[in-house]
């Protein structure tokens, strides 16, 4: 699955940690090949100020160093909570931590992606969809203009916080244009779904530059959207 | 709409002094202290957008939104438990609760606020909680841990719910007593009836980003610290307990 490959993590195998569970039960668990994997924020292939004046550097810095670190941190913090609490077999432990998972590992998935759809102009940001998923967006939407139209409509209109999305519905091989609210990623509106490009439409994405004013965030974001990778995903996972 | 939920309704019109019910009109209410008064905690920037800006697009849009419906004359509080409909909301819905919750949000604030409650507040949230310091930790948690965009209240739970709208409130909880709840995006504890709003904080980003960005938590400390008017949720709590005797 594409979100999967985007994720930054490793091992914690390779990692002792100063506060291992009671031996007994760590020990057992270490030696399963599934062994806690912690993840780590990937690193932006441009700078923060790279994208300006579309999105400030100031929102990109926050919006990497402070937001997404903290849903990576609280994913690991709940991940190793369920570990825990499968080897206990607590089920209703495991359940409650559900939402957790759910919300901070959603917060990292769709801000991965949404780092790989931003593109500095220099470097094709802003550019329109070559390739066959331009074509795809023109036998779906009718046309580029009328995708965009749809996304900023649907983005303004989602309350409160969420996502919007362009995903490819791998089973009926069609393109898609959905929202989430707060940190689902796009599979959970569908197993089938796959996300080519997620535009951030939390406040704190606009908030420093546009304030209360969402729509003009949607106008401007175009301007540097990494079409060459959501094109990429779209051939990868329609071929 | 049944006759339960509309009782409820005029109680709570009453409790907070609505307006007409007839050819209602809704209108921009001012903060009760000027836009800079809660400066340096909560700066008069942020007032001007979070008042200036987004209630006043609330208050707009709701008008829009209702006249000429048969939404049209209805108190705000009927539209929001109307327009809730169950949990399956109506397009009125968000706009009419977010009037109503920046509303009732101001007059939760006052300059030179925060510290402790006294009185029968005090002596509730202590009978409830365990102690002020309990309730604090409850209510900050509430405020820290509602997902994405929100309020957290500190509400008196009065009577049985009415269960029209009860779709999924914590109903396994005693009546007449004080509750800490979170709500999500618009929602608040009008919808599921049996419940009167003392307190709220406004956990939506727009109301502490230019302020505190990401810092949540200290946005939620500080507004308990320097921010809550102790006696307007005082005032709610006589008229609540009134109300539902
Ligand atoms: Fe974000
Ligand atoms: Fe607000």
Redesign the interface.
């Known amino acids: 699955m594409a979100a999967r490959a985007l994720l930054t993590r490793k091992t914690l195998a390779s990692v002792l940690r100063k506060d291992a569970r009671p031996l007994g039960v760590g020990a057992a668990v270490a030696t399963h090949s599934r062994g806690l994997h912690v993840y780590t924020l990937p690193d932006l292939e441009y700078d923060y100020g790279a994208l300006e004046p579309a999105i400030s550097g100031e929102i990109m810095q926050?919006h990497h160093q402070?937001?997404h670190q903290?849903y990576i941190t609280n994913y690991n913090k709940a991940l190793e909570q369920l570990q825990d609490a499968v080897a206990k077999a607590d089920s209703s432990a495991v359940v409650k931590l559900q939402?957790a998972i759910k919300?901070n590992g959603g917060g990292h998935i769709n801000h991965s992606i949404f780092w790989k759809n931003l593109a500095p102009v220099r470097e094709g940001g802003g550019e329109p969809p070559k390739g066959s998923l331009g074509w795809a967006i023109d036998t779906h939407f009718g046309s580029f203009e009328a995708l965009i139209q749809k996304v900023n409509a649907e983005g303004a209109a989602l309350?409160?916080?969420?996502w919007v999305w362009l995903g490819l519905d791998k089973e009926l091989k069609r393109l898609v244009v959905e929202t989430t609210?707060?940190?689902d990623p796009l599979v959970t509106k569908a197993p089938n779904l796959i996300p080519l490009l997620g535009i951030d439409v939390?406040?704190?994405a606009y908030?420093?530059q546009y304030?209360?004013v969402r729509p003009d965030y949607l106008k401007n974001i175009w301007k540097v959207i990494n079409w060459k990778y959501a094109n990429d995903v779209y051939e990868k996972e329609s071929s | 709409m049944a006759s339960l939920g509309l009782q409820n309704v005029a109680g709570i019109n009453l409790l907070f002094k609505e307006g007409p019910k007839v050819n209602a009109k809704f209108e921009l209410k001012p903060p009760p202290y000027p836009l800079n008064g809660l400066e340096p905690v909560m700066s008069q920037q942020t007032l001007e957008f979070h008042w200036g800006k987004h209630h006043r697009t609330y208050v707009e849009n709701l008008k829009k939104q209702v006249v000429g419906t048969e939404l049209d004359g209805k108190s705000l509080e009927e539209i929001i438990v109307t327009a809730y409909n169950k949990g399956d909301i109506l397009p009125a819905f968000n706009n009419a609760a977010q009037v109503w919750n920046h509303d009732f949000f101001w007059e939760c604030m006052k300059p030179g606020g925060g510290g402790k409650p006294s009185g029968e507040l005090l002596e509730l949230i202590e009978r409830d909680f365990g102690s002020f310091e309990k309730f604090l930790d409850e209510f900050k948690a509430a405020a820290a841990t509602q997902f994405g965009s929100g309020w957290a209240w500190l509400a008196y739970k009065a009577s049985k719910l009415d269960g029209e709208n009860a779709a999924n409130p914590p109903s396994a909880d005693e009546d007449n007593k004080l509750v800490v709840i979170k709500s999500p995006n618009a929602v608040n504890p009008l919808v599921w009836g049996g419940y009167y709003p003392l307190l709220t904080i406004d956990v939506w980003e727009h109301a502490y980003y230019l302020d505190f960005q990401n810092r949540r938590p200290d946005y939620i400390s500080v507004f308990m610290d320097k921010l809550v008017s102790w006696d307007a949720v005082s005032s709610r709590l006589e008229q609540a307990k009134a109300l539902s005797a």
Request: charged share 15%; proline share 0%; net charge positive.
């Open positions: 926050l402070k937001h903290t939402a919300f309350q409160g916080s969420g609210a707060n940190q939390w406040e704190h908030y420093l304030k209360n």
